[in-house]
C-alpha cells in the first residue's frame, strides 16, 4: 500500500489555524519565528498553541541564521520537536545545531535550476530531513528566504529520491497540490501561502481543503 501524503501546515499563529491542521490530519505544524515574516509569532503565543498540539504531531520551529543563544532561548520557552533551518546556514552549521541542541533538523534548499539540488548531497550526512523550496527571482523585491508563494519546475524532482526524507514546498495550495505530486513523486508536502486568505491569515477552510486532498493522493 501507497504511503499516505505527509503534509506540514506552516506559519501556523492562531488556535483556529492549529485547529484546522490538526483534525485535518497536519503530520507536522511550523511557527515560524523571522522577525521580517507576516507569519512571525513570539515564543510566547507559540508556547500557548504549541502545547495543545498532540503527540503524534511534530510542532517544527522555522528559524533563519539565529545563533546558539536565540536557539536555546527558543526552546527554553516553546516545546519544540524539529528545527527548520531556513536560512544560509551550511552543513558545518546544521551539524553543530543538531550536535549542540538533540533535535532533528530539517535543512531547506532553495530551488531554481537543477544544480541547486547538488546542495542536498552536503546536507545529507547532517541532517533529519530536507525540504526544496522555491528559490525567489533576483528580480522579486522583497522576497523572504521561505513563504514567497512561488513554485519551481517541479520537473526538477521527478524521478529523484534522497535516502532521508525530503518535503515538497513553495507555492503549495489546494489547486495546485495534485499536479505538484504526481509530476514532482514527493510523499512529504509543505505550504504556508496557499493556505491563507492573504499574508499571515491563515485560512482553516484552505487548511482542511488542502489536507482531505492529500488524503487522496
Ligand atoms: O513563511 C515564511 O514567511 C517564511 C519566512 C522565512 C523563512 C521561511 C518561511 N517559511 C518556511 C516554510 O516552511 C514555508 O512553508 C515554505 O517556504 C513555503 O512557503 P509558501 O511558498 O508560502 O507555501
Not at 125 to 139: C, E, G, I, Y
Request: hydrophobic residues 50%.
Amino acid at each position: 500500500m501507497r504511503m499516505a501524503i505527509e503534509v506540514k501546515i506552516c506559519g501556523i499563529n492562531s488556535p483556529a489555524a492549529l485547529s484546522a491542521a490538526v483534525e485535518g490530519g497536519a503530520a507536522l505544524v511550523g511557527f515560524n519565528f523571522y522577525r521580517k515574516s507576516p507569519r512571525f509569532v513570539t515564543p510566547e503565543a507559540a508556547a500557548a498553541l504549541a502545547r495543545t498540539v498532540p503527540a503524534s504531531i511534530k510542532r517544527v520551529a522555522v528559524i533563519v541564521d539565529l545563533d546558539n543563544e536565540a536557539i536555546a532561548a527558543l526552546l527554553a520557552a516553546v516545546p519544540l520537536d524539529m528545527l527548520q533551518l531556513h536560512g544560509k546556514e551550511d552543513p558545518t552549521r546544521a551539524a553543530a545545531i543538531r550536535a549542540r541542541f538533540r533535535k532533528p533538523v530539517m535543512k531547506a534548499i532553495s530551488i531554481a535550476q537543477a544544480s541547486d539540488l547538488e546542495a542536498a548531497d552536503k546536507f545529507l550526512p547532517v541532517v533529519d530531513r530536507l525540504m526544496f523550496d522555491a528559490k525567489p527571482p533576483p528580480s522579486m523585491k522583497d522576497a523572504l528566504p521561505g513563504g514567497n508563494a512561488i513554485s519551481f519546475d517541479w520537473t526538477l524532482l521527478a524521478g529523484r529520491d534522497w535516502p532521508k526524507p525530503w518535503m515538497l514546498a513553495g507555492g503549495l495550495n489546494p489547486e495546485n497540490l495534485a499536479e505538484a505530486v504526481r509530476i514532482s513523486g514527493a510523499r512529504r508536502v509543505d505550504a504556508a501561502s496557499g493556505v491563507e486568505d492573504r499574508p499571515g491569515v491563515k485560512s482553516p477552510e484552505k487548511i482542511r481543503a488542502l489536507l482531505a486532498l492529500a488524503k487522496t493522493l
